[in-house]
């Protein structure tokens, strides 16, 4: 199972080695739901991270007195805070798009290989497959894979804390 079987000939496997080969798929299938169960999950947490760093950002504008912040003068200490969501944000993306993402990628990959093994030793398994024929979709004339799709959504989550910094320099 360490090469990747040829397209054009069928490989004769014993049951029991079919059988390895089915289970090496389902524990495959298992991590790439792991992997796809965090990404979403940790997706959840920016979200509620954003929530509250918005909240406390209006919160503490709407009470607080403004003091000598260096070089941008005198400001309200709330500027602060959607500059630490700023470095949230980036660890966010960072955990889901650099880490989690590339290993669901690389589940991805095993997943499809696994599938053209078992569909050359008679069974055909193309969940894996099928999955990603239909995960990209066409946006304004450009085709988004999943990847194209997540750098959208942490672009969007972070463009209101950009704004509230832009806003709050600059009101």
């Known amino acids: 199972m360490s090469s990747s079987p040829s397209a054009n000939s069928q490989t004769?496997?014993?049951?029991?080695?079919?059988?390895?080969?089915v289970e090496a798929w389902k524990k495959t299938i298992e991590v790439q739901q792991h992997f796809n169960d965090l990404s979403w999950r940790i997706r959840a947490l920016w979200l509620t991270a954003l929530t509250f760093t918005l909240g406390a950002t209006f919160?503490?504008?709407?009470?607080?007195?403004?003091?000598?912040?260096?070089?941008?003068?005198?400001e309200s200490p709330s500027l602060i805070i959607p500059i630490l969501g700023l470095f949230l944000?980036?660890?966010?993306?960072?955990v889901d798009g650099v880490w989690y993402h590339r290993l669901l990628v690389g589940s991805v990959k095993e997943g499809a290989r696994l599938e053209a093994a078992l569909t050359e030793a008679g069974l055909h398994i193309e969940l894996t497959g099928a999955i990603g024929k239909n995960s990209p979709i066409n946006f304004l004339g450009k085709k988004l894979h999943s990847s194209d799709r997540l750098n959208i959504f942490y672009g969007l989550g972070g463009l209101p804390l950009v704004l509230t910094v832009v806003l709050l320099v600059w009101r």
């Open 89 to 94: 944000w980036v660890a966010f993306w960072f």
């Open 12 to 21: 004769t496997l014993g049951e029991e080695d079919k059988k390895l080969l």
């Open 59 to 74: 919160l503490a504008y709407k009470d607080a007195k403004r003091i000598n912040m260096g070089f941008l003068g005198d």
